[in-house]
């Protein structure tokens, strides 16, 4: 139903800015809601940020609140995460992950995910 790509990961030194950007296709969004999560390797899957396509509201992990910024662009289809001053215990493999329904910081109730991308963040 629908299909995501995650772009924009890659190296960045601490303290600067990453985009990362999760396009869908497939069917529209409209009352879906989005989300990305990280994993970095021999950790657990962890919550970054959700978005509730139609409504726009957003929720953040407290690690990166303050930080990072998820957003939409309904022409594009695209859901974004703008990472500002990233920090080392950042780095991890990033996803999008969607579901039709409420946003929720819990990976197992999306049911839509993209491949991930690579985030590395040096000190």
């Known amino acids: 139903q629908v299909q995501l790509v995650e772009s924009g990961g890659g190296v960045v030194q601490a303290g600067g800015s990453l985009r990362l950007s999760c396009v869908a296709s497939?069917?529209?969004?409209?009352?879906?809601?989005v989300a990305w999560f990280r994993q970095a390797p021999g950790k657990e899957r962890e919550f970054v940020a959700a978005?509730?396509?139609?409504?726009?509201?957003?929720d953040y992990a407290d690690s990166v609140q303050g930080r990072f910024t998820i957003s939409g662009d309904n022409a594009k289809n695209t859901v974004y995460l703008q990472m500002n001053s990233p920090k080392p215990e950042d780095t991890a493999v990033y996803y999008c992950a969607a579901r039709w329904g409420i946003k929720s910081d819990s990976w197992v109730r999306y049911d839509f995910w993209g491949q991930g991308t690579q985030v590395t963040v040096s000190s």
């Open positions: 978005i509730s396509w139609s409504g726009g509201s957003a």
């Open positions: 497939g069917r529209t969004l409209s009352s879906y809601a």
